[in-house]
């Protein structure tokens, strides 16, 4: 099942960051979040919205891992925020793979669309951004269970298209 939103600004996107926050923390195993867009499509903005609504986010300063490919932020649950975007027709680090696997790492993937899909967790979110005239849409793909569940519980706080 996909759920399609919309987000009219800044503030939406950080408001569906905040909720998935929300929603992905009270799983001792969360899927990962799989994120697919544009340059400036809302990607970032909705990792800083789910950083800065977890408990040590005082401690953390979001910002596009796109040189470093990767941030670990202190919070609770730790967020690994990685960076596809050099990576094109690259491999990436171990490291994406040791925290797609750790069940106590909340892991967001931008540019997934540079990772194999065969590589792909079996348990994910997996966001497709595109722009329409007043802001933005995110189709919302579920692999597996829990994330379906958070998927159908995000379109009650979101406007549909």
Do not use: C
């Not at 994910?124 to 597996?144: C, K, M, Q, Y």
């Amino acid at each position: 099942m996909d759920v399609r939103l919309h987000l009219e600004d800044t503030q939406a996107t950080l408001a569906l960051g905040a909720e998935l926050a929300k929603k992905l923390a009270k799983y001792a195993n969360p899927p990962a979040l799989l994120l697919q867009g544009d340059l400036g499509s809302g990607k970032t903005t909705l990792v800083r919205g789910l950083v800065e609504s977890l408990p040590g986010a005082d401690q953390a300063e979001v910002s596009s891992p796109s040189f470093n490919i990767f941030n670990l932020y202190p919070t609770v649950p730790p967020v690994a925020h990685f960076d596809l975007y050099r990576l094109e027709g690259m491999p990436p680090d171990d490291a994406l793979f040791e925290h797609l696997d750790d069940p106590g790492t909340l892991t967001v993937v931008e540019w997934i669309q540079f990772l194999d899909r065969s590589e792909w967790p079996e348990k994910a979110l997996f966001l497709e951004w595109t722009p329409s005239e007043n802001g933005r849409d995110v189709t919302i793909h579920a692999f597996g269970e829990t994330a379906l569940h958070i998927a159908r519980s995000l379109a009650d706080h979101f406007t549909l298209k």
